[in-house]
């Protein structure tokens, strides 16, 4: 089993900057990905961007080029630095985990809100 603990939401103004991490822990040598989901009121749950066993990384077309997605060293914590952040980004962010043996694990979620 993997366990999950995310941090890093809360409120920021249209344009700025957050960064969300997450740390894994238990089996964290099955994880063959990490990654970041997100789930606005009324939405399903869509992702956001992943980040692969070797190091690839993928990302939605609407978080290309504003939002990093990266990793420890240890590969135990997995960040979403989210840049240049619209109202539309406002929604509850879930990290996620995807084991070797095809379990998929997710985080409590963090709300992020983007408003003035």
């Known amino acids: 089993q993997v366990q999950l603990v995310e941090s890093g939401g809360g409120l920021v103004q249209p344009g700025g900057s957050l960064r969300l991490s997450c740390a894994a822990s238990?089996?964290?040598?099955?994880?063959?990905?990490m990654g970041w989901y997100r789930q606005a009121p009324g939405k399903q749950r869509e992702l956001v961007a992943q980040?692969?066993?070797?190091?690839?990384?993928s990302y939605a077309d609407s978080a290309k080029g504003r939002f990093t997605i990266s990793r420890d060293n240890a590969k135990t914590t997995v960040y979403l630095q989210m840049n240049s952040l619209k109202p539309e980004d406002t929604a509850v962010y879930y990290c996620?985990?995807?084991?070797?043996?095809?379990?998929?694990?997710w985080g409590q979620g963090t709300q992020v809100t983007v408003s003035s």
């Open positions: 238990g089996s964290i040598s099955s994880i063959n990905e």
């Open positions: 996620t985990v995807f084991t070797l043996s095809l379990v998929r694990y």
């Open positions: 980040i692969f066993r070797g190091g690839s990384t």
